[in-house]
């Protein structure tokens, strides 16, 4: 199965921007997807496609993409937005399944 | 508003059995691919298993093939993930999710906690 990387930890200072990425082979032929997971909850969706946010997403969330990176990047931190943020894209090996990032903890100083 | 209800975790002993159940209501059920990802404790997300809107086609991570079996009732707006052998290195929360194609989640459930233990 195909294989995306994510740094394991970033931080940013409230309000400053940061950009969370994520590797893969897979990333040259497919968009990857967004979440966001705090403790205790499920992952929501956050960036999807090109850069697209589901409807209640706040716009200091984007998403790009150049090579085999994409990069989520959120303008403004806010305290709310510590989480865990996980990519996902399409699997390159053909099973027709999704395949997810080991993840990047962002920490809002 | 899109809602996925799962039920059926618990304690299960190595060897043993479980089926899962995700109600989903908000949406036509039928016209979905639906998975279920799964998330062991402190670790990452783990995709397990995708199945067509007829249920015609079903694909499963490496992990988990010839012992787990998605399946889903278009009539009861239902999706299932059966589990049989469980192993220890099973223990995740199981979360059902509609998907956007076949590898994006648009919708999570609450997720329910399978703990294969002795």
């Known amino acids: 199965s195909s294989e995306l990387t994510q740094d394991p930890a970033v931080s940013v200072a409230l309000g400053q921007t940061v950009r969370i990425t994520c590797q893969g082979d897979?990333?040259?032929?497919?968009?990857a997807s967004w979440y966001q997971q705090k403790p205790g909850q499920a992952p929501v969706l956050v960036i999807y496609g090109k850069n697209n946010r589901p409807s209640g997403i706040p716009d200091r969330f984007s998403g790009s993409s150049s090579g085999n990176t994409a990069s989520l990047t959120i303008t403004g931190a806010q305290a709310e937005d510590e989480a865990d943020y996980y990519c996902?894209?399409?699997?390159?090996?053909?099973?027709?399944?999704?395949?997810f990032g080991g993840g990047t903890k962002l920490t809002v100083l | 508003e899109v809602q996925l209800v799962e039920s059926g975790g618990g304690l299960v002993q190595p060897g043993g059995s479980l089926r899962l159940s995700c109600a989903a209501s908000g949406f036509t059920f039928s016209s979905y691919w639906m998975s279920w990802v799964r998330q062991a404790p402190g670790k990452g997300l783990e995709w397990v298993a995708n199945?067509?809107?007829?249920?015609?086609?079903?694909y499963y991570v490496d992990s988990v093939k010839g012992r787990f079996t998605i399946s889903r009732d278009n009539a009861k707006n239902s999706l299932y993930l059966q589990m049989n052998s469980l192993r220890a290195e099973d223990t995740a929360v199981y979360y059902c999710?509609?998907?956007?194609?076949?590898?994006?989640?648009?919708?999570w459930g609450q997720g329910t906690l399978v703990t294969v233990s002795s």
């Open positions: 999710a509609r998907v956007l194609g076949t590898a994006m989640v648009y919708y």
């Open positions: 996902n894209s399409r699997d390159s090996s053909g099973n027709h399944l999704g395949v």
């Open positions: 199945i067509k809107q007829d249920g015609s086609e079903k």
């Open positions: 897979s990333l040259r032929s497919y968009y």
